[in-house]
């Protein structure tokens, strides 16, 4: 039997690449001759660098850095003959900073500017940039200010690039950005299609896990609004994407001319996920947690897509399932899977995952 490995990273927990193998190590307790094609994917986020720079044989570069506090890190990208991978995961991502340091009106985007420019001083001319996992609700305004933006004030003072600033910015200065980015190509994996602003917008849906509060909401929404009549772009504000990664999607958009594609298909196309469907009896993906948004271009909906078009049938496994996640079944994935056992502590399930999903996978295939 012929099964395709595609998970995604379980957050906090183990890598696409470790999810892959304690799936293979599954089905080898079941199937001890079965071939196992591991193909670790992502939507954008972790594991994103990974997988793509796999694909490419892609060279991995280490870069002067800061993480959305600030503070100076070292990052990783990966570049392959003018062409660069990067992800804002890699330095203002919310693993990155402890919960009880973070702090979401002094987080920025700088840290993805610098990576960029690092890039293109290598020679990169076309750019793959993943925005999943941020701890940032800035407008992508510190990125912005790293490749030569410059925010002003109604008396023609500096501003930070800061979210509590941004409801102050009256002029922009994109002039040196634009002369930066001239003739480079950006393509950029988002897997969310939230608008700028409102209900569905970057600080009511995605604020709240990064420490906005509801106090909080109304004036980092309203900031964001702002900007985006600043820069001249409202209309683009209200387009799919432009809400990622707390406004991110909207700054490479409509002011860094990037073209926002849907992560899990971008990372299909260059890991081959079509060619490692043929002839599979089966297609196992899975993520940490699956909900009703999962259809909407998470990893374990991409890969179904991909294999029900080659007739293969996909099971997915998931540390939560979440109401809404049923969606999934009624679209044609055979199961959904948990992984674990819901009495274990949190703590302890996630010093067990990959055991765990090994024991999962083992277990849904014994009773088929």
């Known amino acids: 039997m012929k099964f395709v490995l595609a998970p995604d990273s379980f957050k906090e927990n183990m890598t696409a690449l470790e999810a892959a193998e304690a799936m293979r190590r599954g089905v080898t307790d079941v199937f001890p001759d079965a071939q196992c094609l591991l193909v670790p994917m992502s939507d954008g986020g972790e594991g994103f660098i990974d997988a793509i720079a796999t694909a490419w044989n892609a060279q991995r570069v280490e870069a002067d850095s800061v993480d959305a506090l600030g503070r100076p890190i070292r990052s990783t990208y990966a570049l392959a003959e003018g062409r660069a991978v990067l992800d804002v995961a890699s330095c203002a991502g919310i693993e990155l900073v402890a919960p009880e340091d973070r702090c979401v009106e002094a987080s920025t985007t700088r840290g993805l500017g610098m990576l960029i420019r690092d890039a293109l001083a290598r020679g990169a001319h076309s750019l793959l940039v993943g925005i999943g996992g ?92 702002h900007f985006a ?13 432009s809400g990622a990664a707390g406004g991110l999607g909207f700054a490479l958009r409509a002011l860094c001319g990037a073209r926002l594609v849907p992560g899990v298909e971008l990372v299909a196309e260059a890991v081959g996920l079509a060619g490692a469907m043929e002839g599979a009896d089966w297609a196992f993906t899975g993520e940490g947690s699956v909900d009703s948004q999962t259809i909407k271009g998470k990893t374990p909906a991409g890969v179904f897509e ?62 088929l």
């Open 229 to 241: 009549a600043v820069c001249g772009r409202e209309g683009e504000a209200d387009m799919p994407g």
């Open 134 to 225: 941020s701890a940032t609700n800035d407008c992508g305004a510190g990125m912005l200010v790293e490749l030569g933006v410059h925010l002003f004030d109604e008396v023609g003072a500096r501003v930070d690039p800061l979210p509590g600033e941004l409801a102050r910015v009256a002029r922009i200065d994109t002039s040196e950005l634009d002369a930066l980015l001239s003739g480079v190509d950006i393509r950029v994996a988002c897997d969310v299609t939230n608008p700028l602003t409102g209900a569905e917008g970057a600080t009511a849906v995605f604020g709240p896990q990064k420490g906005v509060t509801p106090q909080m909401q109304p004036g980092f929404d309203a900031a964001l609004g």
């Open 306 to 367: 991909v294999a029900r078009l080659a007739g293969v049938p996909t099971m997915i496994f998931a540390g939560r399932i979440k109401d809404g996640a049923e969606v999934l079944l009624e679209h044609g994935v055979v199961r959904i899977v948990k992984v674990g056992d819901p009495a274990e502590p949190l703590a302890r399930a996630l010093r067990n995952g990959q055991k765990n999903l090994r024991a999962a996978v083992a277990g849904a295939l014994r009773e």
